[in-house]
């Protein structure tokens, strides 16, 4: 992806050149993550999108996807996605656990948030993402849907960080590590 000359770090100026509110090819950076219209005064800031992640347990073992999907198509993945309008962070949890592995999970226990990149499409989306430990008791009904390709069953201690599709579950990942009790164990 390129940017425009003197574009923050992040802020995709190049895909935003026509002001959305006049038309004007004038739109330039005028702040910090921020394109402003000088002919009409449009102002548009880019903040981070929010997004979710579960360390989803079943029975101590974490339920982990396969990215089917590009970025990273073929990593595990911790069960999880964007954040939609209106929507409680523990709301599109639960619904992105539903659509990606057809399960329903106990009350969710926030973990830790932690920044994170997305591209999509060429586009860079700054993430801010938002982990929770919940538990499945019963997977017998899982399967494989969304943007999931596959799913694994792992023991937390015997994952390698490196096949986590982003550095910011393999945060995650670290400090369920250093939790002195975990879901399921006794």
């Known amino acids: 992806m390129t940017f425009q000359t003197g574009a923050p770090s992040g802020v995709p100026l190049a895909d935003f050149i026509h002001c959305p509110r006049c038309g004007a090819a004038s739109l330039s950076s005028v702040e910090e993550r921020a394109v402003g219209c000088p002919a009409c005064g449009f102002k548009f800031y880019f903040n981070c999108a929010t997004a979710v992640a579960a360390l989803l347990f079943y029975r101590g073992r974490l339920v982990l996807g396969v990215r089917a999907k590009e970025p990273r198509k073929g990593m595990l993945d911790m069960p999880g996605g964007f ?3 209106d929507e409680t962070a523990e709301e ?6 539903l ?3 057809n399960l329903a999970i106990t009350q ?4 830790l948030s932690a920044p994170n990149e997305y591209v999509y499409a060429g586009i860079l989306y700054k ?3 938002l982990f929770f430990v919940c538990e ?3 997977i ?5 849907g969304d943007d999931v390709a596959d799913y694994r069953l792992v023991a937390p201690s015997g994952l390698d960080p490196q096949t986590l ?3 910011s579950a393999r945060a995650a990942l670290r400090r369920l590590l250093e939790l002195p009790r975990r879901p399921g164990e006794g």
Do not use: C, G, H, Q
Request: aromatic share 10%.
């Open 83 to 85: 954040v939609e309008f």
């Open 92 to 97: 599109a949890l639960r619904r992105e656990i």
């Open 99 to 101: 659509e990606e592995l």
């Open 108 to 111: 969710p226990a926030y973990l």
């Open 127 to 129: 993430t801010t993402d």
């Open 136 to 138: 499945a008791n019963d």
């Open 140 to 144: 017998s009904a899982i399967k494989a």
């Open 165 to 167: 599709a982003f550095p």
